[in-house]
T-cell receptor, first 113, second 113 residues
Framework: DQQVKQNSPSLSVQEGRISILNCDYT??????FLWYKKYPAEGPTFLIS?????DKNEDGRFTVFLNKSAKHLSLHIVPSQPGDSAVYFC????????????FGTGTRLTVIP | EPEVTQTPSHQVTQMGQEVILRCVPI?????FYWYRQILGQKVEFLVS????????KSEIFDDQFSVERPDGSNFTLKIRSTKLEDSAMYFC???????????FGNGTRLTVT
């Protein structure tokens, strides 16, 4: 039951360039989307979120874009830094219960110095 | 910055034994969660807890699992009779309200032998 999908398991980007991580979802009831970053041996760390009433949210080097009609969101990191190397998880929730999050399988980003 | 803390960081147990994983959520948060991640797989929702009762649970959260908030600070996950397939990272998370991000602990690595 893959309601949130990240089709790219890995991505390599040169330092200073833009990293674009993609995520697709199938459940049209989702209305809140988040990106988490995860280092080995640590829990996911919240990066940025967007609600379905917006199509863009920006926080410093991180921007999340939401295309509701395509059920697609993306995370842009610019400029990419070596410290951004981690696994990035897309997550989504809807107006059900206590709004638990559904996670994608993650994309491992490697930023090459 | 306040954080979610989990103990122990690593738990090794024999099949059939009971384990209790402990979490201290962020103090003013109201919603509590357990997730798990089997090695190489996605982060999966187990259970959410609000107002001293389970709000929602997944198919994974069967009768072998239980959660408790025994006092004002701790939130525990108990597995009554562990199976080999319970080996995973278990993450506790909390949030202050709906449509706010979940904050995760660093996880407990459970190894069932």
């Amino acid at each position: 039951d893959q309601q949130v999908k990240q089709n790219s398991p890995s991505l390599s980007v040169q330092e200073g360039r833009i990293s674009i991580l993609n995520c697709d979802y199938t459940n049209s009831m989702f209305d809140y989307f988040l990106w988490y970053k995860k280092y080995p041996a640590e829990g996911p760390t919240f990066l940025i979120s967007i609600s379905s009433i917006k199509d863009k949210n920006e926080d410093g080097r991180f921007t999340v874009f939401l295309n509701k009609s395509a059920k697609h969101l993306s995370l842009h990191i610019v400029p990419s830094q070596p410290g951004d190397s981690a696994v990035y998880f897309c997550a989504a929730s809807g107006q059900t219960g206590a709004n638990n999050l559904f996670f994608g399988t993650g994309t491992r980003l490697t930023v090459i110095p | 910055e306040p954080e979610v803390t989990q103990t122990p960081s690593h738990q090794v147990t024999q099949m059939g034994q009971e384990v209790i994983l402990r979490c201290v959520p962020i103090s003013n948060h109201l919603y509590f969660y357990w997730y798990r991640q089997i090695l190489g797989q996605k982060v999966e929702f187990l259970v959410s807890f609000y107002n001293n009762e389970i709000s929602e649970k997944s198919e994974i959260f069967d009768d072998q699992f239980s959660v408790e908030r025994p006092d004002g600070s701790n939130f525990t996950l108990k597995i009554r009779s562990t199976k080999l397939e319970d080996s995973a990272m278990y993450f506790c998370a909390s949030r202050g309200g709906t449509n706010s991000p979940l904050h995760f602990g660093n996880g407990t690595r459970l190894t069932v032998t």
